[in-house]
């Protein structure tokens, strides 16, 4: 399986700047995000910022990823992956792993599966990305949590920040377990093929993806279908605050994912 995987990081977060070069047991995110995509069989992986700190830190690895730098006026993570694309000349069929940079727990293991998933649909499907059930009322009501809604057909039929679906019975007392089933967290990757991001760099941003703030809203707004491989037992936490990045610190410091790359 031919995939490659681009990685878009901007130094500049607005929820929390500088997150990229925070230390994770001894090495930046970013790096860490980085090892990932190597171990996934990727057959190229790509870090791509407007950021020559960034840049500097992945070319002192010394390590078979390549960094390219793009412009800084990109209005979200797809559309500065679409420019590497684009300037790369792949084929429209390339297949591509969007891996977020604040996603330092997403296991080689994954990254190869979303791209797996994609080269086992048909031409129908624009988009594909993984989910898993929720644990807890906490993190369903955590609104750094991306829930999903999805159809029978394993199609989102919508992503939000709040608690969907929402159940009018007693759910804020009991999440049991039927449902939770359909109480989907997103996990943060997706994959696509190079033909459907010229689309996507074509669409102005939709309405409910200003609201929410999630740049996949788009791809539902305009009518293409994301599918959404739903995995049980995944740990993952992304990093969007410095009380997630303290989380994901002291899961690197009990050994659960540190010991590959030390």
Not at 63 to 92: M, P, W
Not at 130 to 150: M, W
Not at 197 to 213: D, F, M, V
Request: glycine letters at 4%; one cysteine or more; a neutral charge.
């Amino acid at each position: 399986m031919n995939f490659v995987v681009i990685i878009p990081v901007r130094f500049f977060s607005t929820r929390f700047p500088g997150k990229a070069l925070a230390d994770i047991n001894g090495k930046p995110m970013i790096v860490r995000v980085m090892e990932n995509a190597l171990d996934s069989g990727a057959n190229k992986v790509i870090i791509a910022t407007d950021s020559s700190c960034i840049a500097r830190v992945i070319e002192s690895e010394q390590s078979e990823s390549e960094v390219c730098l793009t412009r800084s006026t990109h209005q979200s993570g797809t559309e500065r992956l679409a420019e590497v694309a684009i300037n790369y000349k792949f084929s429209d069929d390339q297949i591509i792993v969007h891996l977020q940079g604040d996603e330092p727990l997403l296991s080689s293991t994954m990254i190869r599966q979303v791209a797996s998933i994609l080269c086992s649909m048909s031409s129908t499907i624009s988009m594909a990305t993984l989910a898993t059930p929720l644990s807890s009322f906490k993190e369903a009501r955590d609104d750094n949590v991306v829930k999903v809604v999805i159809n029978m057909n394993s199609n989102a039929l919508y992503f939000s920040r709040s608690m969907i679906p929402w159940n009018t019975g007693d759910f804020v007392n009991h999440l049991d377990s039927k449902f939770s089933k359909t109480l989907l967290r997103h996990i943060g990757i997706y994959a696509y093929r190079v033909k459907f991001l010229r689309r996507y760099i074509a669409w102005t941003k939709s309405p409910l993806e200003q609201i929410e703030h999630l740049e996949q809203l788009r791809v539902l707004w305009h009518g293409e279908a994301i599918h959404v491989s739903v995995i049980d037992d995944v740990f993952n936490i992304s990093v969007d605050t410095p009380e997630s990045l303290s989380r994901v610190n002291t899961v690197f410091k009990k050994n659960k994912y540190a010991t590959v790359h030390n």
